[in-house]
């Protein structure tokens, strides 16, 4: 069956508009993409009425948590949860993503490696969700940020033993700890964590693999240290210096910034059910969280959209309140939405299949009633979402019906 989307507005996820656009979709696939007047529709499609009606590609979550509910205190609800809770709770997140219009996310961290299960249950059609490249367990340093997700390890050797389970188990991305974090007590996020030595092996077992390295890291000095060792992207970046801007541009990493992360927890006031010591780690470094957002857009680093959904009050579903923070601090729409399609299929690594609207790409992406060119805010507005279709097939939104 070959559908056909007429006379809408195409944001093809390259920068370029066409006001009065046809797409054709034809299993699950994109057969063609252009003005109304060049497209042939053929013989028995079915047509929709895209007026007034704006097409984008499905958006693209970098750095999401489909474990973790954002609950006030994630680490007390999460260590008191059986797994097989954890898990009906990640399938639910799950279904809340597409249902938002991200057809696809990269979980950077997971209590077990329950998350490859989700992955095959929406892969094999038993439940909705996105598409799933997920990391399994983070790697951290003994008593390390993100441990209460993370697998511990000391010394190269375990590192590379890890890495090679993580593979093993199924991980299309590893996650690497090389700072303190926000959430875990007792560590401090402008603190370099793992050594070089663990972190270039790290690198060196994902890339013999195939596979490439996420790295949280807060502080400058952590930063800088997954970046000489040959990380893929930065997750967070929240405290960037000259000098770790300079490498990071130099070398060619990604930036995810996840400024949903701080913001829904800062914004809580002491007593929220937040712990003390998260609340003021996230208050104290906002500020400086948008800052240094605003220093790597302005300097042209590459910036991909991730939210860290599933940390306190950062709810799964409500991941396009990211763009509007983006755009709030500096980006244009459609430079926001090239973050989160084109510029996050790139990090991730399937930009030849997912990312942009092109001919022989996957069929995904996300109908909306409105322009987000001009109201950033209609993506997050459910009541605009006319539809979201994910290889070829209509998964939520009243076209789905």
Do not use: W
Request: hydrophobic content about 45%; some cysteine.
């Amino acid at each position: 069956m070959t559908i056909a989307i007429q006379h809408a507005r195409l944001i093809d996820g390259t920068g370029t508009v066409q006001d009065r656009a046809t797409l054709l979709v034809r299993g699950t696939k994109i057969l063609a993409a252009g003005p109304s007047n060049e497209v042939k529709i053929p013989k028995g499609a079915v047509r929709i009425d895209g007026r007034g009606l704006s097409i984008i590609p499905g958006l693209i979550d970098c750095h999401v948590h489909l474990c973790l509910g954002g609950e006030p205190d994630v680490v007390g609800a999460l260590e008191s949860e059986q797994p097989s809770y954890t898990l009906l709770k990640s399938a639910m997140h799950a279904k809340a993503t597409i249902d938002a219009g991200f057809t696809t996310v990269r979980d950077v961290g997971s209590r077990d490696h329950s998350i490859f299960t989700v992955k095959q249950a929406i892969e094999s059609g038993l439940m909705p969700g996105p598409r799933i490249i997920g990391a399994g367990r983070a790697i951290c340093m003994i008593g390390g940020h993100a441990r209460f997700i993370g697998q511990e390890v000391k010394g190269a050797e375990h590192v590379r033993r890890v890495v090679a389970e993580q593979v093993a188990a199924g991980a299309g991305v590893i996650k690497i700890i090389a700072s303190g974090g926000v959430l875990t007590p007792g560590t401090s996020p402008d603190e370099a964590q793992m050594t070089m030595e663990e972190l270039t092996a790290a690198v060196d077992a994902a890339h013999q693999a195939g596979k490439r390295v996420a790295a949280h890291a807060h502080g400058a000095a952590g930063m800088k240290n997954a970046i000489h060792a040959g990380v893929r992207s930065i997750e967070h970046a929240t405290l960037l210096d000259d000098e770790s801007g300079a490498l990071i541009k130099r070398y060619g990493v990604y930036m995810v910034p996840t400024l949903s992360a701080l913001a829904t927890t800062a914004a809580c006031r002491l007593g929220c059910g937040i712990p003390d010591s998260a609340l003021a780690k996230a208050k104290s470094m906002t500020k400086r969280h948008q800052g240094s957002f605003k220093t790597a857009h302005r300097s042209g680093i590459a910036i991909a959209m991730g939210t860290d959904a599933g940390t306190p009050f950062n709810y799964h579903g409500e991941n396009a309140q990211e763009l509007e923070r983006m755009v709030a601090f500096g980006m244009t729409p459609m430079e926001a939405i090239i973050a989160s399609t084109a510029t996050a299929a790139q990090l991730i690594g399937i930009q030849d299949s997912v990312g942009i609207l092109a001919k022989g790409m996957e069929a995904d992406l996300v109908i909306l009633k409105g322009n987000p060119l001009r109201r950033i805010e209609v993506l997050r507005d459910r009541d605009k979402i006319a539809g979201v279709m994910k290889a070829g097939k209509f998964v939520t939104g009243a076209l789905a019906k």
